[in-house]
């Protein structure tokens, strides 16, 4: 079989197969944090936290109007399954491109899936997923073309890339990889001019989309924060303002969290060091077995024959890993290593490769047998690590505080959450519109002291709250048990 199928057919099992998992273990309701406020932003076309991410705000709007079943949050969810297995099939093409053949490449594809990390965040709203996913195929395609000089494929590689770049600007951390890669053979001008010309101009319309809706949410006065006198730039809807030039330059480039300064130590011992703390544990128990020393052992092998294919690949590995786990801003480096564990699992699937090919076209069939049942034994594995995953589907805590802050509080009411709550609670009420004419407003019970008196002549004032806040000239009094608690301000 090994022997049979083509190339097209393994990449398309190697995609199809864990997207059907991924989807059982998709997550069916809204989430907190990052989660929520892109399962929100992706249905009222808002935009989101930094770097504002306007390509996968299009590509998220469109997937969720276009997927007629389940729930928004569901169908946003679902999004990141689809972008895994997606990124399981750039694998699997990649692993080809390398003469792996076609069932150790899929399963190379699967290995990428299947790990716990990875799997992990494909069953909830992120950007990550989808910008890898891009960035990971137009490698593939760049690939491709320094293998084959097949300029299509240079072409469609450009223009993902500059894709990926506009769907999460951190890809470019990976794509720098697909660059070193391509060095293998001469780069032709003129195609390579008119590659860019497109993808600059796809870049710079989806660019545009952040200061466009900005400025016509403002005009028309689309977030309902803006009738309490609050200024335009508030998450959800118009996060940071990028009409005007200092709200877009702080949105795209994240300038609060200084990524600037990760970026210039990336190189440095102590750089490598914190990367080996921190991420060092999480990998080597989702990696056993000795896949990293197969890894490193099969990118020696490409080396041999590919050096520039090799360099980057290793280069699109590390470059996001380390920026991750680095990054001062950075509560969640797992999404950074996506191009870690797919360049392990291309890795192992090449010396997995030379090892059946190493007793000769005649004698496939036990070596083939022993490759499979390592596999399998890994596959094994990842499911056994996966209970989490599955029971993680069903949980409605995030929707849960949404439904209660409704419960407790008053049509018109303002709501005042710090970030992590007010996201399910934003997600309640602008997608399934269940709470009226409730305002959400994203921040701490301190930080509207202000304007608490002019709101409570004609709102009733909740703040989300672990533990009663002291509002000066205000009582505090519960009206909704859980954590965390909602509170009713009430004048002194």
Do not use: K
């Amino acid at each position: 079989m090994s022997l049979r199928l083509h190339g097209p057919a393994a990449v398309a099992i190697a995609a199809v197969v864990p997207f059907a998992v991924l989807l059982a273990t998709v997550r069916t309701s809204v989430g907190f944090w990052d989660t929520a406020d892109l399962q929100t932003v992706a249905w009222i076309a808002g935009i989101p936290y930094p770097t504002g991410f306007p390509g996968y705000v299009v590509v998220a709007w469109l997937w969720a109007h276009a997927v007629p079943f389940a729930s928004v949050a569901a169908r946003v969810n679902a999004l990141s399954a689809l972008a895994i297995a997606s990124g399981a099939g750039a694998v699997a093409g990649i692993a080809l491109l390398l003469d792996v053949m076609p069932l150790i490449a899929i399963a190379a594809g699967w290995s990428f899936a299947f790990a716990h990390a990875v799997w992990l965040r494909g069953t909830y709203a992120d950007v990550h997923p989808v910008g890898f996913a891009v960035a990971f195929i137009a490698i593939a395609l760049a690939l491709r073309w320094a293998r084959g000089g097949e300029q299509r494929a240079l072409t469609a590689a450009i223009v993902l890339a500059c894709l990926a770049v506009a769907i999460d600007n951190t890809t470019v951390l990976v794509l720098a990889g697909g660059v070193v890669l391509a060095f293998g053979r001469e780069w032709p001008p003129l195609p390579i001019l008119r590659a860019l010309a497109i993808g600059v101009v796809l870049v710079a319309a989806l660019y545009a989309y952040l200061p466009l809706r900005s400025a016509y949410l403002t005009a028309h006065a689309v977030d309902p924060t803006l009738a309490l006198g609050i200024a335009p730039g508030r998450p959800f809807w118009d996060d940071h303002h990028p009409s005007t030039p200092d709200g877009f330059r702080a949105l795209v480039g994240g300038s609060e969290w200084s990524p600037e300064v990760t970026l210039a130590h990336l190189a440095t011992p102590e750089s490598v060091r914190m990367t080996a703390a921190r991420i060092g544990p999480l990998y080597v128990v989702d990696e056993p077995q000795g896949l990293p020393i197969a890894a490193l052992i099969g990118l020696a092998i490409v080396a041999a024959r590919l050096p520039f294919v090799a360099a980057g690949l290793a280069l699109s590995a590390a470059v996001p890993t380390i920026f991750g786990a680095t990054y001062q801003a950075e509560a969640d480096p797992g999404r950074y290593l996506f191009a870690l564990y797919a360049v392990t699992s291309l890795g192992a699937g090449v010396v997995a490769d030379r090892i059946v090919r190493a007793f000769g076209r005649t004698r496939l069939a036990i070596p083939l047998a022993a490759i499979g049942v390592l596999f399998a034994a890994l596959f094994a594995y990842d499911g056994a690590r996966a209970g989490d995953l599955f029971a993680m589907r069903a949980d409605t805590d995030a929707a849960d505080l949404a439904e209660r802050v409704a419960r407790a509080t008053r049509d018109g009411a303002v709501v005042v959450s710090p970030w992590d709550w007010a996201t399910p609670i934003a997600y309640h009420a602008y997608v399934d519109r269940a709470l009226g004419s409730r305002i959400v407003v994203c921040g701490f019970a301190l930080d509207y002291l202000g304007e608490y008196a002019r709101w409570a002549r004609d709102h009733q004032l909740a703040i989300v709250s672990d533990g009663p806040p002291a509002v000066p000239g205000f009582v505090a009094r519960r009206i909704a048990e859980g954590t965390p608690q909602v509170y009713e301000l009430v004048r002194q």
